[in-house]
C-alpha cells in the first residue's frame, strides 16, 4: 500500500513538472508576436527621452547618473534604471531586446510562482484540516501556468518601462518562498535559530533590493503576514499539542521590526503631504473621492482577472468614472460591501479552504499601497502582477481538484469526506477559462506587436478614452512622415479632433494639431489655441498639460516649428496663473523665456523658482548656472556650482560640473586680462 502511495505521488510529480513547461513554452509563443512593437506612453518619459539611461561610456559616475535618472518616483528605483542601461549596452534603442528581457523576467517569475505555490499547497494539506486537493505539483503548476497567461499581466510584460513592476515581485516571490522555506524549519526545531534567520532575511533583503526597482515590493512583509496567520498561526492548527507548533515570540517581534514600525514611520512621512490640499490640484480627484472610487476598481480588477473582455482591458482607463459619493454610482457601495464580504469570506474559510483565504488576502494587500491614500492615477492593468497571483491562488485548487480522493491510500476514507464535489463541471470551467486567457492574451500581444495595429486596438477598446485617441492621432502622425499629401494626415486630424472634445482630456491633441501643422507647414486652427489656453486656465497643469508645452516649446527653439509667440506666452500664463506651479513648469517657461523671447532676466528668474520648487533636481541647477554664466554672473554661478556639489552623490555628477566649471573660467580670463590691460595704460 505505501509503494502504491509512493508511486502515486511520483506520478503526480512528474506530471506538475511537465504540465509547468507546457505552460512556460505555452506563455513564449503567446507573447513572441508582442515582442516586435515598439515604446509607448510612459516610456518615453523613463527610456527614450532620458539620456540618462543611454550613456555614452559606463563608467561609475554615468552608471550612479543613472541609478538615479528616473523621473516617474523620489526614489529614482535604480535598480530597474540599471537594468534598461544593461539593455541599452546590449542592443541599443531596439525596443525588442528590451521586451524579450521583460518576458525573460516574466518566466523567471513564473519559475519562483511554481516553487512558491507548490510549498503553499503542501503546507495547506499538512497543517490544515482542508478541502483535498490535487498533488502538489499537479496544482502548483496549474497555478503558475495559469498566472503567466493571465490577460491582466500583459503590460506588465510588454510595457516595457513595467519591469520595474516585474523585477520589484521577482524579489517579492524570492522572499515569501525564503519566508515559508525559514517558518516550516522552525516549526520541525523551535529550539534551532536557522530557520528564524532564514525568515529574517526573506522578509527584510528582498524588501530592500525589490524596493530598488519599484517601491511595490515594500508590501513582501504584510503577504508574509498573511501567510503567517493563515497557515501558520496556532490558535488555526487542528493539531495544536505540538511544542513545535506553539507561536513563537521571535516571529512577533520580527513582524513588529520589519512590517508595524516601517509602517507607522512610512505613515508619519506620507499623511502630512496626503492631506494636503496642493498635492491634489492636478488630479480630477480628492483624497476621498479617491478612496470611494478605488473600491470600485478593486472590485473591477478581481473580474477582470478572472473573466477578462477587451473593453476591460483597454491599458488607457482614463474615462473611468469617479465616485463622488457612496451611491453616485451606486456600484461604489456594493463594490464597498463586497470587499467587506471578501475579508468575512478569508476569515470564515480558513480552516477548510486556506489557499481560497490566502489568496484573497494576498489580493487585497497588494492594493492596499497603490489603491488608497496615494495622490495616484486611478487604474492601471500592471498592479494587479501579484494580486492575480492571490487569485489564482484562491481559485485554480479548488477548480482542478479531484471530485474523489485516490483510492489506493490509507487516508482515502477521509480525503473522500474532504474532497469538493462537481469535478466535470470544475474541469471544464478551467479548461474554458485557461483557453479564453490565452487567446485573449495573445490577441493582444498580437496588437502590441505594430504601433499601429496597437493604437488602432487601444481606440476600439476604448472609445471614449481622450489618451486612446490621442494615442491613435500621434501614430498616424507619424506614419504620415509629416507629409501634407500622406492619406494618414486626415486620420490623424479625426483621431485628434475626437480626442480634444473628449470630457477631461488633456492638451494632448491639442498639442498634437498644432505641431502637425507646424511641421508640414500648414495654417494653424485659431481654435486649437482657444481649446488648449482654456484648458490650462480650467485647471491646474498634468504631467500631460506640461508635456505637450514642453514639446512645443522644444520644437519652437529648435527651429522645427513657426508658432506664434504670443499665443505660446498665452498658453504659459494660462498654465502659471495656478497657485504654487510645479517644478518643472516653471523651468520650462524659463528655458523657453531665454531661448525663444531672449528674455534672459526673466529666464533666471524661473529658474531661480523652480530650484527652490524642488531644490533636489540638479537640472534646474544645472540650467541655472548656464545661464548665469552667460549673463556674466559669475559670482553667483559659482555659489550655484558649489550648492550643485551637495547633490554630487557618488561623483555622478562629476562630468557635467567640470564642463560647468570650466565654462565659468572661460569667462573669467578675458576679464582678468581686460582688467590688467586698463591697468598698464
Known sequence: MVNQAMSFSNRYRRHGYVIFALATLLTIVIYWPGLSGGWLFDDYTNIVNNPGVQPARFDVASLIRAALSSPASDFKRPLASLSFVSNFAASGMNPWGWKITNLAIHLLNGVLVFMLARMLVQLATR?????????????????????????INLTAVLYIVQREESLANLFVLLGLIGYVAGRASMIKSTRSWKGFTLCCLSITLPTVVGALAKETAVMLPLYA???????????MRSDQQH????????IGALFV?????????GLAWLLPGVLNPETWAARDFTLGTRLLTETRVVTSYLVWTVFPTPQALSFYHDQ??????????????????ALLGLVVLAVRIRQRFPLVALGTLFFLACHLLAGTILPLELVYEHRNYFASLGVMLAIIPLLTAPGTWRKDSDASKHDAEKAIPLAMPRHILFGGLIVSWGVLTMVTAYAWGNPLRQAIDFASRAPDSPRAMYELGRTYIIYSKYDPTSPYRNLAYDALEKAAALPESSILPQQALIFMNARMHLPLEGRWWDSMITKLKARKSTVQDESSLEELSSCQIMGECDLPKERMLEAYLAALSHPKPGARLLNMYGVYAWEALNDHALGVKMLREAVAANPKEPAYRVTLIRMLTDMDRLDEARQSLNDLQQLNFGGHLDAGMAILSARIAAKEKPAAAHSGAGAVK
Open 320 to 337: 473611468y468614472r469617479v465616485s463622488t459619493g457612496v451611491l453616485t454610482p451606486w456600484t461604489t457601495l456594493a463594490s464597498m460591501l
Open 225 to 235: 503576514l498573511c501567510t503567517e496567520w493563515v497557515l501558520f498561526a496556532p490558535a
Open 257 to 265: 521590526a520589519a512590517l508595524l514600525v516601517p509602517m507607522v514611520i
Open 127 to 151: 497543517y490544515r484540516d482542508c478541502a483535498a486537493y490535487q498533488g502538489a505539483n499537479v496544482t502548483a503548476a496549474c497555478i503558475a501556468g495559469a498566472w503567466m497567461i493571465l490577460p
Open 243 to 250: 511544542e513545535g507548533r506553539r507561536f513563537d515570540w521571535r
